[in-house]
């Protein structure tokens, strides 16, 4: 890696740790307060109308099914992103190329396939036009014997230096292959490999299935700032959920306990409104405990009218 990729790679790791770390502080502060609130009781007129809006509404079966599909639906999807990013690095650890049976997809990393370069009249003689472009997806199959190579066959194979090529095979010689990149103008011997191609280092050919663009995607992936940045989403989406699951298990436990203890009926317009809760805190100062309302509002408002009709009075006094 050059000096300019690794401080990449450096400040991507620094900000994404940076945000995990302050999403779970933040959701973790979060989550626990309303918990909290939940618990000790101050969300009780709250929880009461909940509970009254789901029996209106054909009961609360239907509200916890529909929550639960959607979770379930957000656990399959995190599973299939998990599964396809565990492939994405098994491919990358095994230079590139997953093998499912004889079958493997492949990412087009350059343009040498994507034209016809004019050339090579074997492509306008033949009508060969299976071209494909950087960042496709296809898929190669496996040979059962050599036998079965043909003239023209667009073949993938690994290079000396272990990368993953794809081009087509131009020459059929005693010993081996020539291959070239429909839109070179030069064979691949001597840049590629020396002499000719082997049998043995050709990974499969192509089948004809394309899929355009979404290489781009599983080159990212298969980066280290991908990989990354794929490991922080998880990491956040299972904190989140953890820290949730817990806020709502705290509802259902308070909701449970509420109708449990109250005479509540949750069809009475009339019952409803007559829930109010009142908290009382305690201070305690030099020795002494003081018994705290909280504040409403409606004192501050009351003074503030007060005033201003003591001073519409006096005004009025002065004029006279």
Same mark, same amino acid.
């Given at each position: ?162 990368e993953i090529i794809v081009h087509r095979i131009v020459e059929i010689q005693d010993g081996g292959y020539v291959t070239r990149g429909d839109a070179n103008a030069a064979s691949d011997t001597g840049l590629t490999y020396e002499g000719l191609l082997s049998y043995d280092d050709i990974l499969g050919r192509y089948n004809g299935f394309r899929i355009q663009g979404v290489g781009s ?30 806020? #709502? ?5 308070? &909701?449970? !306990?509420? +109708?449990?203890? /109250? ?6 317009? =009339? ?9 009382? #805190? ?5 020795? &002494?405990? !003081?018994? +705290?309302?909280? /504040? ?6 009351? =003074? ?17």
């Open positions: 890696m050059s000096s300019i990729e690794i401080i990449s790679l450096v400040v991507t790791i620094v900000c994404l740790l940076s945000f995990c770390v302050a999403f779970t502080f933040l959701f973790r502060h979060y989550y626990r307060s309303e918990t909290d609130n939940v618990l000790t009781g101050r969300e009780d007129p709250a929880l009461l109308e909940d509970i009254a809006i789901n029996e209106e509404k054909s009961g609360d079966r239907k509200k916890k099914a529909l929550t639960l599909s959607f979770k379930i639906a957000g656990y399959v999807v995190l599973a299939l992103v998990a599964a396809f990013f565990v492939m994405t690095l098994v491919a990358r650890f095994n230079s590139g190329v997953l093998f499912f049976g004889d079958k493997a997809p492949l990412v087009i990393a350059t343009g040498s396939m994507s034209e016809k370069n004019d050339e090579n009249d074997y492509l306008f003689d033949n009508g060969l036009d299976n071209q494909f472009d950087a960042y496709d997806i296809i898929g190669i199959e496996r040979y059962d014997r050599p036998e079965e190579v043909q003239l023209y066959d667009v073949v993938a194979y690994r290079s000396m230096e272990g995607l599983i080159v990212f992936l298969q980066s280290n700032a991908g990989i990354i940045t794929i490991v922080s989403i998880l990491y956040c989406f299972v904190m989140f959920d953890r820290f949730s699951s817990k806020y #709502e298990q705290a509802l259902e436990q308070r &909701k449970e !306990y509420l +109708l449990s203890e /109250l005479p509540f009926d949750a069809k009475d317009e =009339e019952s409803r409104e007559k829930v109010t809760v009142r908290f009382q #805190e305690e201070l305690t100062y030099r020795d &002494k405990t !003081y018994a +705290l309302l909280p /504040l409403t509002g409606e004192k501050d408002e009351k =003074e503030e009218d007060g005033k201003r009709e003591g001073t519409d009075d006096g005004e009025r006094e002065e004029k006279k």
